[in-house]
T-cell receptor, first 110, second 110 residues
Framework: EAQVTQNPRYLITVTGKKLTVTCSQNMNHEYMSWYRQDPGLGLRQIYYSMNVEVTDKGDVPEGYKVSRKEKRNFPLILESPSPNQTSLYFC?????????FGSGTRLTVV | QKEVEQNSGPLSVPEGAIASLNCTYS??????FFWYRQYSGKSPELIMFIYSNGDKEDGRFTAQLNKASQYVSLLIRDSQPSDSATYLCAVNKAGNQFYFGTGTSLTVIP
């Protein structure tokens, strides 16, 4: 089944403790992206990647890192999470005709 | 000025009616336009995309694009209760940088 898989689905962590949210797609898509979704603000793009080793900042990149060492994987790294990064995060991939989204990761930073 | 603006609603229509959802965008250089549906607690799913001025139909859905007015709309004919969801408009400006509106909540009343 064609899908974008992100883990974990739910995560509660403490301020400053580094974490990684994994994302993998099995559709051989070139484009991948991370979004956060907050009430009243909608979906905002954090980082995107147009191919292996090619990444670029989206609208809200501060406090996040990404890497694209393999085509299928695009992990999101929070080096020092803060409470304002509490949000619903989506990974997505695309062949160029709109994104397919993963199931989401609900992150709470306390 | 927001990149993409949508009326947040809520929009209520009776079952069988036409639901009309609207979206405006700020950058005339925007290249492609997408409509997503998001059920509560779920990830967004792509309904339609449109690149050229005019109408594009897919089943009960019609997307309309007017680049001169920087306006995109989605019509849902014969609305069903299962269409009740939040509808997100998205715009691709360049590369794979996407901007989403905050969404319009639609309720179809049986």
């Amino acid at each position: 089944e064609a899908q974008v898989t992100q883990n974990p689905r739910y995560l509660i962590t403490v301020t400053g403790k580094k974490l990684t949210v994994t994302c993998s797609q099995n559709m051989n898509h070139e484009y991948m992206s991370w979004y956060r979704q907050d009430p009243g603000l909608g979906l905002r793009q954090i980082y995107y990647s147009m191919n292996v080793e090619v990444t670029d900042k989206g609208d809200v990149p501060e406090g996040y890192k990404v890497s694209r060492k393999e085509k299928r994987n695009f992990p999101l790294i929070l080096e020092s999470p803060s409470p304002n990064q509490t949000s619903l995060y989506f990974c997505a991939s695309s062949a160029g005709f709109g994104y397919t989204f993963g199931s989401g990761t609900r992150l709470t930073v306390v | 000025q927001k990149e993409v603006e949508q009326n947040s609603g809520p929009l209520s229509v009776p079952e069988g009616a036409i639901a009309s959802l609207n979206c405006t965008y700020s950058d005339r250089g925007s290249q492609s336009f997408f409509w997503y549906r998001q059920y509560s607690g779920k990830s967004p799913e792509l309904i339609m995309f449109i690149y050229s001025n005019g109408d594009k139909e897919d089943g009960r859905f019609t997307a309309q694009l007017n680049k001169a007015s920087q306006y995109v709309s989605l019509l849902i004919r014969d609305s069903q209760p299962s269409d009740s969801a939040t509808y997100l408009c998205a715009v691709n400006k360049a590369g794979n940088q996407f901007y989403f509106g905050t969404g319009t909540s639609l309720t179809v009343i049986p």
